[in-house]
């Protein structure tokens, strides 16, 4: 905020709220029902806060008596690692503000969850560490830019999610697990495997903790936890939201977007966070200007559109690893599309998919690159109280501190151990990195929608779904699809995990090339509006948060 908003801010405080709590807002309550903080969307929040029946102080207080309900206690779901201090603030001046000018954006006055590797200045009261306790109460420079857009736009940052500890890039560690916020789990079973890495951002969109969460993917981090959480995740074209600020694996493959409970508001999120940063070359090279990705939502889009069904490893059970169902409920979702006018080609295969099987080459590249950019995110701090300075410290400080960083369970640290072998960028990793971009985009996903003349491929979640795009830096977005029935037989995901499981959820995943996430959205919110899957099934009833806004308006 502005000094002179601030000043306004605080003299409207002085003279007390009766100039807003005083406006015509009491009809507008009794006629348009609350929205249900479980399922409510953006647009219905903003109309709410438009119209006066709550603010976003009452949504703040809201949505923190949610967490409280169900993520310490109850079902213990560690989605969330700490929520803003700052937070009722900073709604009290957007409220003002809304009052006085009116809203900047459609995320104004709307609170955001976001995932503990996306920074955010320190004076606010909250701590960005990744999951680890080597960089608790350190201090970051500035915030991330997809926040700096986020707080342009009017949004309020909700507090940090919970995820999988460095991004799952430390070791043989069940998804959802980080030292700090402990092993969460899903909410549509008990102790259900809730993926990774972005797992708290993914169960807190799916029970309505927060109005909509940010996620970050290098490979599978945001797919995998829209998949089995019964959300929408976008994971964009790498470069087309800002990295800068967010904790690292690779500048390759990293990438940052939403997980929310509807396309709409997944496009309404993406239209704010995409956009150039000149602190992150890699987003100089989008296309502009920035699509209003909202214009993208027809239900007709499908129609005499080309998807194609990349069969060869990624429908093979034997490969993939998946249960048979999943590919069940695939041919399903293949009649919709057909329903909604789409044309399938299929198969539709990868000419390089056995070889994206068998290719170590991702490993090489992230392995290089994470000791890299660890190792300069470190340098940038301010400050770290830990001592921590490089990924040797961190190797050491989680050895040095077994009930923090290595309980029983959770004590592997072999990709760490392997990253920080690496030697730099050697002619093994810049040939790794050109096989990546060969096996992804050219000889990969690029050559199955020029061969067969495709808009866009279409696949299940699980499985192999993410590599192509991961190694590519392509987009994908998936959109909820099914449910495991209740007599799969359920598997072990880790020390407190498990995976699959009765109603656990699963994600329908539509690929393409470079930039093409205005046709992407645009084909799943088809698929998603014909199919209303996410309202079929609600989380297990321990999971279910009951504080609702009527409960805390006026308190």
Same mark, same amino acid.
């Given at each position: ?10 003299a ?24 249900? @903080?479980? /399922? %409510?969307?953006v +647009?219905? =929040?903003q109309?709410?806060?438009? #119209?006066?029946?709550?603010?976003s102080?009452?949504? &703040? ?24 201090p700052?937070?009722?603030q ?15 954006s ?43 857009? @986020?707080? /342009? %736009?009017?949004? +309020?940052? =909700?507090?940090?999610?919970?995820l #999988?500890?460095?991004?799952h890039?430390?070791?043989? &560690? ?51 936890p ?14 087309l ?13 990293d ?7 509807s396309?709409?508001? %997944? ?8 956009g ?45 690893g ?14 919709t599309?057909?329903?909604l ?6 198969p539709?295969d ?27 995110w ?10 921590v ?5 961190l ?7 077994p ?12 990709i760490?151990?392997?990253?920080q072998?690496?030697t ?15 096996l992804?985009?050219?000889n990969g996903?690029?050559?199955?929608l ?20 991961a ?35 699963i ?9 093409s ?12 509006q ?26």
């Amino acid at each position: 905020m502005g000094a002179k908003l601030l000043t306004l801010f605080w003299a409207w405080l002085a003279l007390g709220q009766s100039l807003y709590i005083s406006r015509p807002v009491v009809s507008a309550s009794i006629t348009t029902p609350l929205p249900d @903080l479980y /399922e %409510a969307s953006v +647009i219905e =929040l903003q109309a709410g806060l438009t #119209s006066g029946q709550f603010t976003s102080v009452d949504l &703040i207080k809201a949505y923190f008596a949610r967490i409280e309900e169900v993520n310490l206690q109850g079902p213990v779901l560690r989605a969330v690692i700490e929520t803003n201090p700052s937070a009722l603030q900073e709604a009290a001046v957007l409220d003002f503000e809304r009052l006085t000018y009116g809203p900047r954006s459609a995320l104004h006055g709307i609170p955001v969850l976001v995932k503990d590797n996306i920074a955010t200045v320190a004076f606010e009261g909250m701590n960005t560490t990744a999951g680890s306790y080597s960089l608790l109460n350190s201090v970051v420079p500035d915030d991330a830019g997809v926040v700096k857009r @986020l707080r /342009e %736009a009017g949004a +309020i940052i =909700l507090g940090k999610a919970n995820l #999988s500890e460095w991004a799952h890039f430390r070791g043989n &560690i069940a998804s959802g697990w980080s030292g700090r916020g402990g092993q969460c789990t899903n909410a549509y079973y008990p102790n259900a495997d809730p993926c990774g890495s972005s797992a708290g951002s993914g169960v807190s969109a799916s029970i309505g903790l927060t109005a909509v969460a940010l996620g970050t993917e290098t490979d599978g981090s945001i797919t995998c936890p829209a998949n089995q959480n019964n959300v929408v995740g976008i994971k964009p074209t790498v470069g087309l939201t800002s990295r800068a600020g967010v904790i690292p694996i690779s500048e390759h493959q990293d990438t940052v977007g939403p997980l929310t409970r509807s396309v709409t508001d %997944a496009a309404i999120v993406l239209s704010i966070i995409a956009g150039p940063d000149p602190n992150d070359n890699f987003t100089l090279a989008q296309p502009m200007p920035v699509p209003d990705y909202i214009m993208a939502l027809s239900n007709t889009s499908l129609v005499g559109k080309r998807i194609g069904v990349p069969r060869a490893v990624f429908l093979n059970d034997s490969l993939t690893g998946n249960d048979p169902y999943v590919n069940q409920i695939f041919e399903q979702a293949l009649e919709t599309l057909q329903i909604l006018g789409a044309t399938i080609v299929d198969p539709a295969d990868l000419p390089s998919a056995y070889e994206i099987y068998e290719s170590n080459n991702e490993t090489v590249v992230l392995d290089v690159d994470f000791k890299v950019q660890l190792n300069a995110w470190f340098d940038s701090l301010v400050a770290n109280p830990s001592g921590v300075a490089s990924l040797e410290d961190l190797i050491m400080f989680d050895d040095n501190n077994p009930t923090l960083e290595e309980p029983a369970g959770y004590t592997d640290q072999s990709i760490l151990i392997e990253s920080q072998a690496t030697t730099g960028f050697n002619a093994s990793y810049y040939q790794s990195l050109a096989f990546d971009k060969e096996l992804g985009a050219t000889n990969g996903i690029d050559a199955a929608l020029k061969m067969y003349a495709l808009d866009a491929l279409v696949l299940p979640a699980p499985g192999y779904t993410t590599v192509p795009a991961a190694i590519a830096g392509y987009p994908i977005i998936t959109v909820p699809l099914g449910f495991y029935p209740e007599n799969v037989t359920i598997g072990s995901a880790g020390p407190e995990t498990v995976y699959p499981a009765p109603g656990v959820p699963i994600g329908l995943s539509f690929l393409g090339t470079a930039w093409s996430e205005y046709s992407l959205i645009s084909f799943a919110y088809a698929y998603e509006q014909k199919t209303q899957t996410r309202l079929q099934r609600k989380a297990y009833a321990a999971a279910i948060p009951t504080t609702q806004l009527a409960d805390v308006i006026g308190q």
